[in-house]
């Protein structure tokens, strides 16, 4: 697409590679190479715990994440455990961003490890040489896939990891035998995607990628050529015409605003179930004083605190109070989100428990 004096926009999608295991490089130099493991507290061993990232060593074995840490162990008995700090990543998260700002355009921050930039430029490519440069000199490396919608950048960032190393796209391999940056627009998207099963496009799961299969619909192309009446009939009048989209590759050509956080969340998940009320609250106290202290430590007041439980039988239910008036009282906070995790009945084992709190002008 066109913009003022002639000049293309482009999306960039920046995808970080393996970037839990890459952090924890910087810090842990002897690891590189290694098959190392993030998830939990590090323990293999532990119960209900999943691998949040896999190095591509460990990759190699089988592992991926979302894996139980003990099926990480048994497919890849070499394997580094390292427990997940997630305040470590999101510093150098912050750190990726503010770099990525320091481009033309604009940044749209999806996680920790990805973003796009909104660009116009007649030269994306190179400017996507210099984004894995500069990220480079920060001992990381990273993907870039350009496209004309946010839908074919992102796809596109799949194909620039796989091209080089086995000659085909789509896999997730060592960013060091492959490009590291791919174009995907409408020129090209009909021979690159269009044989491809429909779970390959960004947006479509299993489960949806499944009820498209018992509707006849197996590849992009079959999607592309679908019935939007039928699709809307199966899917719904919004999902059903947007699949359609998708199969096209059509997508938006420009990135949402940044948007300021509203809130402070942590979470946990028990190695075994909670059954005393001292343990239960014990945790509340722990997590909302964790919240709290990051809270106000960011110069923020607070304003509501919301309380989450999950019983054994993976029930959740979520409580909340507006505070009167907002606070910067860690000790206030505490107290508050024990009142809230009390208005629960508690008669059943606990798996989980949440505090999250959100934000107010003090």
């Given at each position: 697409?066109?913009?003022?004096?002639?000049?293309?926009?482009?999306?960039?999608?920046?995808?970080?590679?393996?970037?839990?295991?890459?952090?924890?490089?910087?810090?842990?130099?002897?690891?590189?190479?290694?098959?190392?493991?993030?998830?939990?507290?590090?323990?293999?061993?532990?119960?209900?715990?999943?691998?949040?990232?896999?190095?591509?060593?460990?990759?190699a074995f089988g592992v991926r994440a979302g894996m139980p840490l003990r099926t990480a162990a048994r497919v890849c008995p070499e394997g580094v455990f390292l427990p997940q700090d997630l305040a470590f990543y999101a510093e150098a998260s912050e750190e990726i961003m503010a770099l990525l700002r320091t481009f033309p355009g604009r940044v749209?921050?999806?996680?920790?490890?990805?973003?796009?930039?909104?660009?116009?430029?007649?030269?994306?490519?190179?400017?996507?040489?210099?984004?894995?440069?500069?990220?480079?000199?920060?001992?990381?490396?990273?993907?870039?896939?350009?496209?004309?919608?946010?839908?074919?950048?992102k796809l596109a960032t799949g194909f620039a990891k796989a091209v080089g190393k086995t000659g085909q796209s789509g896999e997730a391999v060592d960013p060091d035998t492959g490009t590291g940056i791919f174009r995907l627009t409408a020129d090209n998207w009909v021979e690159l995607m269009a044989h491809r099963p429909t779970g390959a496009l960004w947006g479509i799961g299993a489960r949806i990628a499944k009820r498209l299969s018992g509707l006849g619909i197996e590849t992009v192309a079959d999607l592309a050529a679908a019935d939007r009446k039928a699709l809307a009939a199966e899917f719904g009048p919004n999902t059903g015409p947007y699949l359609w989209v998708l199969g096209h590759g059509a997508g938006d050509t420009d990135i949402s605003e940044p948007r300021e956080p509203v809130g402070h969340s942590r979470s946990e998940t028990f190695p075994r179930d909670l059954t005393e009320r001292d343990e239960i609250d014990a945790a509340v106290v722990r997590l909302a004083a964790q919240v709290a202290e990051e809270t106000v430590a960011e110069g923020r007041g607070i304003g509501r605190v919301s309380v989450t439980v999950r019983t054994k039988t993976f029930f959740t239910r979520s409580k909340q109070r507006k505070l009167p008036a907002p606070t910067a009282d860690v000790d206030e906070i505490v107290q508050i989100a024990l009142e809230v995790l009390h208005q629960f009945e508690l008669d059943r084992p606990i798996r989980l428990l949440g505090v999250r709190v959100e934000y107010a002008m003090l």
């Open positions: 697409m066109r913009y003022d004096g002639g000049v293309t926009r482009w999306l960039l999608h920046v995808d970080l590679d393996q970037f839990q295991a890459a952090v924890e490089f910087r810090r842990h130099p002897e690891l590189r190479g290694q098959p190392v493991i993030v998830g939990g507290n590090g323990d293999p061993a532990e119960p209900r715990k999943v691998v949040s990232c896999a190095s591509y060593p460990a990759r749209e921050v999806l996680g920790f490890d990805e973003a796009f930039l909104a660009v116009d430029t007649d030269e994306p490519e190179e400017l996507a040489r210099e984004i894995r440069a500069a990220i480079a000199e920060l001992d990381l490396t990273c993907a870039v896939g350009i496209g004309d919608n946010k839908t074919r950048a």
